[in-house]
């Protein structure tokens, strides 16, 4: 179903009349990008048996220095966090910080990688940066009084923030790292959980040992966008040059480091890169610099508009930025207000970029606006966020006329879709990038290319002859399936209930609605909680997110841990255990409140295939499967009032939503 336009008013104003082609320009660019295999197109790098591919997500990055805590069988931790990124971060900082009477040494955290960062640990490609304003995206500021050096901070720079935290909160010798989660497994005896692990020891030859903990709680905190994936192309793994993810950036082939990126080793090489979306943004003008020819293959042109990059001014930063106590909250909460697009606005824009100036991208994040919108009133609410977001998009196509030089490169570049459909890129040395004689657009006009040969890559019935290839493919969505799956393991809770039945894929035939407690704990798995979109409140930037869930959680484990305590002191010579889970009637409620806003989801209907809508399946959904997957997206109201939910229940004291339970401890 195309984007519709029609209930707009003035039928035969000139606006009018440009809406309506705008519209049809949408659905023509959609229907070339419509593929019956939906996400089946792509490869599944984690679970793939093929060796080639598998070498794929090889960790370039790993030191081959021990591992802070060795995996030993049969050890015991009050809290085990699978992962080592800002979330899993966070959740143990601000653990720490309440009052469940945890210190570091009842912590573990685990993680595939050999180092702290997540995804700041696996991309170190060149001219990797964030997106969204480090006074806003960097968590914990204020708490450690790092100031960051640019207004978009580095990939380096946000690497290190995250070994900065671990050592504040003395956790730098927590971590479990190269270590795989197999299994978790609850025990309704011992009320404690088992995690089945395998950690690959410090060296080169990749022995490895397994063994199995247990843990009274259970954080499962992977990052959304952690499985990086390859599109399933004929001839994938026959080049015979260098060839690599953009996750995996390869220095030994191209020179340079993520220090010094000086790319030197690609002067006289021809490079291809697949892909164009926001991590392709980034990359394609360093290649550009340094390499001799560079074919950029294009899928579907990314919307790229100005990030206005520049280093942040130390008297700026005193004056205006760090104001006082809960600085970094109050201008995130502004920050999202925009993105949001609450009514009335702040008096004051703190941030004023790109994200700020982007109301329509309400429709993903939700909003105020949104728990207004009935089906009796959907198509006027669809018409209105067209009519908000065309100016916007409009003014980023005339951006790429006015930097493309060549027209016929600068038509191939523009974003034929409505600004939330695929995730919006800024960047002010992307486009340039085309004006360079070197530098070659290869628009596929929707198909993809078509495949890879030992000599290069083969698009529009043309062999282009490559020395290198990077693959700027994305990763696996980490909005669809349970925290298990985007965790890359299973989860068995009461009775070997398993997560990813209770998670049944809500667009398949027999799938149901999941549910969840504030989108971060579900019934029949207790002591457990994780990281996600579902039923959560979400914004364009993930570690506001984050920050109000590990506060939410350790309000949770902290209650836990009184009633814990108490029973303790009651009873000392009974070892007890404590078991907190949501209530069922608490998380019917949670998921009915999420479902009453999804008439403000109509936008989404008729986007251009991306991540956010499974490749454009969801639109092929019964009636009955749209509204159980309406269900499991996001808070709509937003990520302010979703903060102020959480934070009301925390001040009032108030865990009667969860049930739980000091029983003795059956060994």
Known sequence: MAPSLESLPNSNSPSHVEAERVSQKYAEERAKRLRSDGVDQYVSLNATDDPRLKGFLDDSWDEHNESPVRLQSGDRYRVAIMGAGYGGLLYAARLLDSDAGLNPQDLVIIDTAAGFGGTWYWNRYPGIMCDTESYVYMPLLEETGYMPKHKYAYGEELREHADRIAKQWKIDDRAMFRTELHRCTWNDDSCEWSLDLTQRLPCAHGASTRGTIVADFVILSPGLLNRPKLPLLPGLGDFKGPNFLAARWDYAATGGSPLSQQLDRLRDKKVGIVGTGATAVQIVPALAEWCDQLYVFQRTPASVDVRGQRQ??????????????????????????????????????MVSDGWTSFPSYSVLTGGPAATKVTMDTAAEFVSEMHKLD?????????????????????????????????????????????????????????????????????????????????????????????PARRCGTQVFGRGGKSMDEKWKDPRTKDGQISLTLHGVCTRDFPNMFFTSSDQAGIASVFTPTLDVLSRHVAFIVSQSRKKLDKANSELPATEHAVVVEPTAEAETSWALRVLSAAASLAPMAGCTPSYFNAEAKMDSMSMDEQIKAAATTRWPAGLIDFMDVLDGLSSANDDSDFDIQVVPRRL
């Not at 999202?336 to 697009?341: C, I, P, R, V, W």
């Open 390 to 482: 065309l100016a916007r998009s409009d003014k980023v196509r005339e951006r790429v006329s006015s930097i493309v030089k060549d027209k016929d490169t600068a038509s191939k570049l523009k974003a034929w879709y409505p600004g939330w459909c695929k995730r919006p890129t800024f960047h002010d040395e992307y486009l340039q990038a085309f004006n360079r004689a070197n530098v070659h657009l290869i628009d596929t006009d929707g198909r993809g290319v078509d495949r890879i040969v030992e000599t290069g890559i083969v698009a529009n019935d043309t062999t282009h002859q490559l020395d290198a290839i990077v693959f700027s493919t994305g990763f696996e969505a980490g909005t669809f399936g349970s």
């Open 312 to 349: 942040t001014d130390m008297a700026e930063w005193t004056n205006s930025i760090q104001t006082g106590p809960g600085w970094q909250r109050t201008r995130c909460r502004n920050f999202l207000s925009f993105g949001a697009n609450a009514q009335p606005s702040e008096p004051t824009d």
